[in-house]
């Protein structure tokens, strides 16, 4: 019997089956079943198996020492908090995939960074969404005149490539992956099998002629970007803007970066001539804070290499549930509900009749766990209704036997704290050990369980 020459592949997990699924068996999405011709994945096989001759590669291996390496191998963007996440600029050669929401900014900010670009090298714009007139008036809205920024409509991915190696331009930018198509595949635009080919034709396009190239790629309802995982496997580099609709601060996070840190962020401000840089994210994280109201504490996380000052907002009331409420934006759910098992179990403080809402203001997220105490000193001021001195700032992890356990970049959290005019800072008394109180104008108070925290408030 004849084997199928259909496949049968998820289009969010890349899971493939020789038979249609309703529900896909790895990641469980419903529906996501796309067909594919399985002829290109058959003669990708060793072909051995067919009797042909193997091309041999040995001239090509190169000896780890000799292989050079320039001097400047990357590209200032002109955008700093871009450079950061990047780990110091667009790297040669690279294809990094810049994903968000739709209206987030993902093609404002890379129209900005052709200005600068433009100033030095050439970049070849290449729309499948907008038309050359519609680029252009955005363009004038953000004060983007360089004479080389080349813009290019076209959604065939196989001309586009074509396109770059014969213009090699020094930057190229694909907006967006998921209206480019190769023609001799089937399936329609958007699809597992078109993302894949045509990210797989601009990786191999931007190695060959060492062209960085940036893709943007659109998000699903999930916040994850559409296509398969393979595609993230496929770039250098993914990026992710974050950030809430009506607010206009907005946040980007490197998930893999093969040329730099992927614990860096860059943050960012909506205005109307397009994205401003906030080069004091903490300043910008504690504008706003209410004078004398229990229920908030500033912690002090670390992104990457940079400490940041973000505020915890907890409000505890009574529940007209059986069951109480627990509603957290920008903190680990399952997190909060080990911090309330701690306080009630070693403090006493009972939250079974209590609706608990936390939130971190300025749509920040803590995902560090030196955030557990400034969450701990929120639900305990809010529930006692103790007012948290406001030049107050406190970091530390949290264990289950109420300890507050030693976290690493003491020595940076305490400078920022002292740098932005607070005057009191509550570290984990492990910690003391890496540093000396006197060199520093901010009161440092070492506290070992969740108890002596308290007694500060």
Same mark, same amino acid.
């Given at each position: 019997?004849?084997?199928?020459?259909?496949?049968?592949?998820?289009?969010?997990?890349?899971?493939?089956?020789?038979?249609?699924?309703?529900?896909?068996?790895?990641?469980?999405?419903?529906?996501?079943?796309?067909?594919?011709?399985?002829?290109?994945?058959?003669?990708?096989?060793?072909?051995?198996?067919?009797?042909?001759?193997?091309?041999?590669?040995?001239?090509?291996?190169?000896?780890?020492?000799?292989?050079?390496?320039?001097?400047?191998?990357?590209?200032?963007?002109?955008?700093?908090?871009?450079?950061?996440?990047?780990?110091?600029?667009?790297?040669?050669?690279? $294809?990094?995939?810049?994903?968000?929401?739709?209206?987030?900014?993902?093609?404002?900010?890379?129209?900005?960074?052709?200005?600068?670009?433009?100033?030095?090298?050439?970049?070849?714009?290449?729309?499948?969404?907008?038309?050359?007139?519609?680029?252009?008036?955005?363009?004038?809205?953000?004060?983007?005149?360089?004479?080389?920024?080349?813009?290019?409509?076209?959604?065939?991915?196989?001309?586009?490539?074509?396109?770059?190696?014969?213009?090699?331009?020094?930057?190229?930018?694909?907006?967006?992956?998921?209206?480019?198509?190769?023609?001799?595949?089937?399936?329609?635009?958007?699809?597992?099998?078109?993302?894949?080919?045509?990210?797989? $034709?601009?990786?191999?396009?931007? /190695?060959?002629?060492?062209?960085?190239?940036?893709?943007?790629?659109?998000?699903? /309802?999930?916040?994850?970007?559409?296509?398969?995982?393979?595609?993230?496997?496929?770039?250098?580099?993914?990026?992710?803007?974050?950030?809430?609709?009506?607010?206009?601060?907005?946040?980007?996070?490197?998930?893999?970066?093969?040329?730099?840190?992927?614990?860096?962020? +860059?943050?960012?401000?909506?205005?109307?001539?397009?994205?401003?840089?906030? &080069?004091?994210?903490?300043?910008?994280?504690?504008?706003?804070?209410?004078?004398?109201?229990?229920?908030?504490?500033?912690?002090?996380?670390? &992104?990457?290499?940079?400490?940041?000052?973000?505020?915890?907002?907890?409000?505890?009331?009574?529940?007209?549930?059986?069951?109480?409420?627990?509603?957290?934006? +920008?903190?680990?759910?399952?997190?909060?509900?080990?911090?309330?098992?701690?306080?009630?179990?070693?403090?006493?403080?009972?939250?079974?009749?209590?609706?608990?809402?936390?939130?971190?203001?300025?749509?920040?997220?803590?995902?560090?766990?030196?955030?557990?105490?400034?969450?701990?000193?929120?639900?305990?001021?809010?529930?006692?209704? /103790?007012?948290?001195?406001?030049?107050?700032?406190?970091?530390?992890?949290?264990?289950? +036997?109420?300890?507050?356990?030693?976290?690493?970049?003491?020595?940076?959290?305490?400078?920022?704290?002292?740098?932005?005019?607070?005057?009191?800072?509550?570290?984990?008394?492990?910690?003391?050990?890496?540093?000396?109180?006197?060199?520093?104008?901010?009161?440092?108070? +070492?506290?070992?369980?969740?108890? &002596?925290?308290?007694?500060?408030?």
């Amino acid at each position: 019997m004849a084997k199928s020459r259909f496949i049968y592949t998820c289009n969010q997990c890349g899971y493939e089956s020789s038979k249609w699924n309703g529900k896909c068996p790895s990641c469980g999405a419903w529906n996501s079943f796309e067909e594919e011709i399985s002829e290109s994945r058959a003669s990708s096989r060793g072909s051995t198996a067919t009797g042909n001759a193997v091309m041999d590669l040995s001239d090509k291996i190169l000896e780890l020492e000799n292989i050079g390496v320039d001097d400047d191998v990357r590209y200032d963007t002109g955008v700093g908090e871009l450079n950061r996440v990047l780990g110091g600029g667009l790297v040669k050669g690279s $294809l990094v995939l810049l994903g968000g929401e739709p209206g987030i900014g993902k093609s404002t900010i890379l129209l900005q960074i052709c200005q600068f670009l433009g100033k030095e090298h050439s970049v070849l714009y290449v729309s499948g969404e907008e038309s050359a007139r519609q680029i252009k008036l955005r363009a004038q809205r953000l004060g983007v005149d360089t004479e080389n920024l080349y813009i290019l409509t076209a959604t065939d991915a196989e001309a586009v490539a074509d396109t770059i190696v014969q213009c090699a331009p020094d930057i190229a930018i694909i907006d967006s992956i998921q209206t480019m198509s190769i023609s001799s595949i089937s399936s329609s635009p958007g699809s597992l099998t078109q993302v894949r080919e045509c990210t797989n $034709l601009f990786m191999h396009t931007a /190695k060959n002629q060492e062209i960085p190239v940036i893709i943007v790629g659109h998000v699903n /309802k999930d916040g994850a970007i559409a296509g398969p995982k393979v595609m993230e496997h496929i770039v250098d580099a993914v990026l992710y803007f974050e950030g809430e609709r009506h607010q206009s601060y907005r946040l980007l996070r490197a998930v893999k970066n093969r040329f730099g840190s992927t614990n860096e962020i +860059g943050v960012f401000e909506m205005i109307d001539k397009g994205l401003r840089e906030v &080069e004091n994210p903490s300043q910008m994280l504690l504008s706003g804070r209410p004078l004398d109201v229990s229920g908030t504490c500033v912690a002090c996380v670390m &992104e990457g290499t940079r400490p940041i000052l973000a505020e915890v907002q907890a409000l505890a009331s009574k529940t007209s549930y059986s069951v109480p409420r627990r509603m957290v934006t +920008g903190f680990d759910f399952n997190r909060l509900h080990i911090i309330i098992a701690v306080l009630e179990k070693r403090l006493g403080i009972h939250l079974n009749t209590l609706d608990v809402y936390l939130n971190i203001v300025g749509g920040f997220r803590l995902d560090e766990p030196a955030g557990d105490l400034p969450v701990a000193m929120a639900l305990y001021s809010g529930i006692m209704d /103790k007012q948290i001195n406001r030049s107050l700032v406190a970091f530390g992890e949290i264990g289950l +036997g109420g300890e507050i356990r030693s976290v690493s970049h003491i020595v940076q959290r305490v400078k920022e704290a002292e740098r932005m005019g607070f005057e009191v800072c509550i570290v984990p008394k492990q910690s003391l050990s890496g540093i000396n109180p006197n060199d520093y104008t901010i009161k440092i108070i +070492g506290a070992s369980s969740l108890a &002596e925290a308290f007694r500060q408030i």
